[in-house]
């Protein structure tokens, strides 16, 4: 059974640090596509991140860029996507959730577009809090 568990998150001064990681198991295959997305009540849900099964295939978000890194260590049975979240700002104050379907279902750039709308596989969600 394909599962995604975060971990980390939590509280932060704006100019911080945090370290979210999501493992994923279960997939019967590797070819499925993972990202980050966070959501604020009364927002829009917005991709953070987005990775394919290729090494081109990974999206950050714009408004992340020089601030968010990540690390990918994929094998047959599971993968562990560590976003480093450095110079947090309380903009990024949201519930971030670690997003995966099939490859043969979405692409990470259609991930992405879609704010990980139709996707099937989603972790609990956890929460990161910048304060000024």
């Known amino acids: 059974e394909e599962q995604l568990v975060e971990s980390g998150g939590g509280s932060a001064q704006a100019g911080g640090s945090l370290r979210l990681t999501c493992e994923a198991s279960?997939?019967?295959?590797?070819?499925?596509?993972i990202g980050w997305f966070r959501q604020v009540p009364g927002k829009l849900r917005e991709a953070v991140l987005c990775i394919g099964t290729s090494d081109d295939d990974r999206y950050l978000a714009d408004s992340v860029k020089g601030r968010f890194s990540f690390v990918s260590d994929k094998s047959k049975n599971k993968n562990t996507v560590i976003l480093q979240m450095d110079n947090l700002k309380p903009e990024d104050t949201a519930m971030y959730y670690c997003?995966?379907?099939?490859?043969?279902?979405?692409?990470?750039?259609?991930?992405?577009?879609?704010?990980?709308?139709?996707?099937?596989?989603w972790g609990q969600g956890t929460q990161v809090t910048v304060s000024a």
């Open positions: 997003v995966a379907e099939y490859g043969d279902i979405t692409t990470a750039q259609n991930m992405c577009i879609k704010r990980a709308l139709g996707m099937n596989y």
């Open positions: 279960g997939f019967t295959s590797e070819n499925y596509v």
